[in-house]
């Protein structure tokens, strides 16, 4: 029987069929943060239940902890601490691979796992973080769980999974100068819907996607969970073994070539049944910036924001009222000149060192406008280092960003630190959800591109607005 890239991988990790389309399936690999790994190694503790399988284990601190430069364990978040200690004495406890506050290779989760091989092709993957599909780029199959079923995983390597469809995404065609994968995505979520993927696993494939850099790849699949989707995958290519190839997680030696024997079998049979298949000419996309409360409210940067009206239904007309509402705006008015006050570039979607040059080519000998309180986040240690032996941490502060150690940061504001009531902030993350950046914060997400050329004009601004390094 033919089957899809999810269907072999999944297939692969079967245990037991459990009915009703329930599978118990094995757990690779596992990646913690200090805001819910704690909890659930705290939870195994007092159970007297040790982690099955230790050397499959990660964990880093990113989450709580701030980015500002000096920082320590005393966090914004009154009991912040407490979470990055708790998370130390577990990992110390249970010998589990810990990339601690201060040392080489800590950062985001999603921007550690790929960087030190962590993830790889055809392995299950889990983290106790909504975005953990990202890492479906390097064709894991990778999810998002709770704190309990992280608890479960950790005891005994399984999981109860009902299996999700499987989706295609066609995507072909050039893109245009200055479009991205952050701008495909959001194409695809304000088309279809945030519930367009429901139900389903998503692989991306065609033409843009062997186009793409991993690293865009990455951006693509952290936000198949806006999408709806339980997942996003990739099928690995030649540029997908290249990228591991000599990471510190990574297969060496006789596994090493074993492995990519593997991974460049790890692709959907020609004849695999997809249940919903969407085509998408990436040649026609433009900028897109979310001009809502959700990541399904965007439109090109050159469209007008839309409006209540009787064709719509009325979920619609209720959602387009209340962002609206928040957001400040009025229908029918131009997003484009939307003044601003703050741009944030970093998190787990575009902070990686791809991102940060891209950025970097449109602030070179320019300042930020007057009043903008601007700040870039690299993902992770590794990723700030880079760009420092690049210059580009020069650039940013040059052009007045702040330059911060790396982590979740302002993504969302669980460390304590966020922005200002009614403060409109343009944003590089992957959701713009009502208080996601601070009390009634109002944010427009958009690619790093657009977040650079927005906080030099102070307003939002399509990106050929400004003359670029080349």
């Keep these: ?47 007297g239940i040790s982690v099955r399988n230790p050397n499959q284990v990660f964990a880093t601190i990113d989450h709580i902890v701030d980015t500002l430069p000096g920082r320590g364990d005393v966090t914004m978040m009154p009991s912040g601490s407490q979470f990055i ?18 040392t080489s290779r800590q950062g985001i989760v999603h921007v550690v796992s790929p960087e030190l091989g962590i993830a790889l092709p055809g392995i299950t993957y889990i983290c106790p973080d909504s975005h953990t599909c990202s890492l479906g780029a390097l064709g894991a199959m990778a999810w ?22 499987s989706m295609l995404v066609n995507i072909n065609g050039v893109t245009k100068d200055g479009v991205t994968s952050k701008d495909i995505i959001l194409h695809l979520i304000s088309k279809y819907g945030a519930n367009g993927a429901n139900g389903h696993a998503i692989e991306f494939r065609g033409k843009a996607i062997d186009e793409m850099s991993i690293e865009s790849r990455l951006t693509l699949c952290n936000m198949a969970v806006e999408f709806g989707a339980m997942t996003g995958i990739i099928s690995p290519d030649k540029k997908t073994i290249d990228y591991i190839s000599g990471k510190p997680f990574a297969p060496k030696d006789e596994e090493q070539k074993l492995a990519e024997d593997y991974w460049t079998k790890l692709k959907s049979d020609d004849d695999a049944h997809f249940s919903k298949v969407i085509e998408v000419d990436a040649s026609k996309l433009n900028t897109y910036v979310t001009w809502g409360t959700s990541p399904e409210h965007a439109i090109e940067i050159e469209e007008i924001i839309p409006t209540v009206n009787p064709s719509n239904s009325k979920r619609e007309n209720e959602s387009i009222q209340r962002a609206l509402d928040y957001m400040g705006l009025k229908e029918s008015d131009a997003i484009k000149g939307t003044k ?131």
């Design 1 to 47: 029987m033919a089957e899809t890239l999810f269907d072999k991988i999944w297939n692969q990790h079967v245990i037991s069929d459990l009915g009703d389309g329930n599978h118990l399936i094995y757990i690779d690999r596992i990646f913690l943060h200090e805001r819910t790994g704690s909890v659930a190694l705290k939870s195994l503790e007092e159970k």
């Design 85 to 102: 200690e708790s998370l130390r004495e577990s990992v110390r406890r249970e010998k589990i691979n810990f990339f601690d506050l201060n």
């Design 144 to 165: 998002g769980v709770g704190s309990s079923e992280c608890e479960h995983a950790l005891a005994t390597n399984t999981l109860v999974k009902k299996k999700p469809k």
């Design 340 to 470: 601003i006050d703050a741009a944030f570039i970093g998190s787990c979607t575009n902070s990686r060192l791809s991102d940060l040059r891209i950025a970097a080519s449109i602030l070179e000998g320019k300042k930020i406008a007057p009043g903008i309180k601007a700040i870039c986040v690299p993902g992770s240690s590794k990723v700030k280092r880079d760009a420092e032996s690049e210059g580009l941490d020069k650039i940013f502060k040059s052009a007045g960003f702040e330059w911060r150690e790396s982590g979740c940061s302002m993504c969302f504001f669980a460390g304590g630190e966020s922005f200002g009531e009614n403060e409109r902030v343009i944003s590089t993350t992957n959701r713009n959800f009502e208080n996601r950046q601070g009390k009634k914060t109002r944010t427009h997400l958009a690619s790093p591109a657009t977040v650079a050329a927005s906080a030099i004009k102070g307003e939002i601004t399509a990106i050929d607005q400004i003359e670029r390094r080349t």
